[in-house]
């Protein structure tokens, strides 16, 4: 294999656009080894070119009379003895350098889509709305809708009406199989997959993150227009280098549950755009969303929980609440590390997993969940837990089915065509059913557990908003008196609220 064929991981772009330039001989194991090798790989015509070299824009040919030092993103790369930035500033790289009456080759063209191969995408106003909204704003944004709203047919009708070629990014293997099978019910031309063991590619692909992060090199110039599924998920480091490593100006993000730290959100806004249009559950629910009923039930702690609930309680606070009067602005996240470095420390935040693990599935919360199975029992229900020893605590006193991490594909599928038919009326679940599951007859919910606060609440409900006539959904939450629930359930809470009402 030729060395400049050679994967160059990931690290290789964020690290030129944000360490000094005298880091980057530190990457030499990555690098061509003379200019000779370079020129091998890349020829040695006289004019510019721009090359797309794994998750890079790479300038090269004689630059000796024009002015890099203002051309967006570039880096001199001493390896190869080139300019190179972010596949990402590739549209603002080219601007510029035609701005600057710079003459270049370019980056092979993509092709667009036929338009003989789609079908009709209809789409009801807010969606309308979205994708106009998103269109206004020179293709890039992010999009917020509820959970069940349709989010994917809004970016099946955005790759319709641009006809660009789409890479979809999914954070499932589930989303996978379900955005495939959509994209087909409108579009007759091939539909790409990486991820579940796939690696086929077309003008219009759907992709895992996690393959999409890996294959990267490959995928991040064949196409024009990015969307990214549960985009909530980037922003704060973790793979966002695989955005940064594709050439498309368009980008489309969507969520239910849009983040609100302010670095996230700025970190989305490079990557992907802003925030371009919002609704919420409260906005959309009784029309285009299930009318529902939120019920919270008040729980009470036995006198053995209680005991041991504030014992642990007055560990954990006396150390943090030291913490807070130092550092009051400070994290969680913040929290954590200072804790970690001393025996006291560590024995509060111990104190806190053990609180939180005696919350999970209290006696009360037992009973009521009984009751509450019995007293729902025609009805097709979803309990949502704080892990997967709960779930299957619950799966095996009550008989009903587990849908975990260690469900297998097909036992998976073949429990949700039977939930959906009838023959199974619960399934009890910690995470898997929180992102992007299509669950649509589900009319009941009982949430015993959760440990992401809004943003999985949001998800847990929009698994029973699919509209259906006459359909009036029931969600109850557990919460026990007297405890750190107590706040976590109000917090939770705030993202069922209409946009205009939490507002006010």
């Known amino acids: 294999m030729d060395r400049g064929s050679a994967f160059l991981p990931c690290i290789h772009l964020w690290a030129l656009a944000r360490c000094p330039l005298d880091r980057i001989v530190r990457w030499q194991r990555h690098a061509y080894e003379t200019p000779e090798d370079f020129d091998a790989v890349h020829g040695g015509a006289l004019d510019m070119k721009l090359r797309f070299d794994r998750g890079t824009i790479l300038l090269t040919e004689p630059l000796h009379d024009v002015n890099l030092v203002e051309a967006p993103g570039v880096l001199w790369d001493p390896r190869v ?10 549209p603002a790289l080219r601007s510029w350098l035609r701005e600057a009456g710079v003459e270049f080759e370019d980056i092979a063209a993509l092709p667009r889509l036929t338009p003989d191969a789609w079908s009709t995408v209809t789409l009801r106003p807010y969606q309308e709305a979205a994708l106009s909204a998103w269109e206004l704003a020179q293709h890039r944004g992010v999009v ?40 087909t019910t409108v579009y007759g031309g091939a539909v790409g997959r990486y991820g579940d063991g796939a690696r086929q590619m077309a003008p219009v692909t759907v992709a895992t993150f996690e393959s999409a992060y890996r294959h990267m090199a490959r995928l991040g110039d064949r196409f024009d227009l990015l969307i990214v599924d549960e985009v909530h998920h980037f922003g704060s480091g973790l793979r966002d280098e695989a955005l940064e490593m594709m050439v498309a100006h368009a980008r489309l993000g969507l969520t239910a549950t849009p983040p609100r730290e302010a670095a996230v959100v700025n970190r989305l806004a490079e990557l992907v755009g802003p925030i371009v249009f919002e609704l919420t559950v409260g906005d959309l629910a009784g029309g285009f969303l299930a009318s529902f009923d939120a019920i919270t039930l008040h729980l009470e702690l036995s006198p053995e929980e209680r005991s041991a609930y504030s014992a642990l309680h007055a560990l954990f606070t006396n150390v943090h609440a030291e913490f807070r ?48 199975l019995e007293r729902h029992r025609s009805s097709r229900t979803l309990v949502f837990t704080a892990d997967n020893d709960t779930a299957y605590a619950i ?7 587990p849908l975990t991490c260690d469900i297998a594909r097909h036992e998976r599928d073949d429990a949700l065509e039977r939930f959906r038919g009838g023959q199974i009326r619960t399934l009890v679940s910690a995470r898997v059913l929180n992102e992007g599951l299509d669950v649509p007859d589900a009319d009941v919910a009982v949430v015993v557990g959760g440990a992401l606060g809004e943003r999985e609440h949001v998800q847990r409900v929009g698994r029973l908003l699919r509209p259906g006539e006459g359909k009036r959904a029931l969600v109850y939450e557990l919460v026990t008196r007297n405890t750190i629930e107590v706040g976590q359930a109000r917090r939770r809470r705030q993202g069922l609220v209409a946009r205009s009402s939490a507002q006010l």
């Open 395 to 401: 799966a095996r006193e009550h008989l009903v089915m």
């Open 325 to 372: 009067e130092l550092a009051p602005d400070a994290s969680w996240a913040d929290w954590s590390r200072h804790a970690a470095r001393s025996a006291e420390g560590r024995r509060a935040l111990t104190a806190w997993r053990q609180m939180r693990g005696l919350l999970v599935f209290t006696h009360a919360k037992r009973r009521a969940l009984r009751s509450l």
């Open 81 to 90: 003895s080139a300019h190179r930035a972010p596949a990402s500033r590739y």
């Open 144 to 183: 917020a809708l509820p959970t069940g709203s349709g989010k994917t047919r809004l970016a099946i009708a955005a790759i319709h009406r641009t006809g660009l070629s789409a890479l979809c990014l999914v954070p499932t293997r589930v989303l996978l199989d379900q955005w495939s099978r959509e994209i």
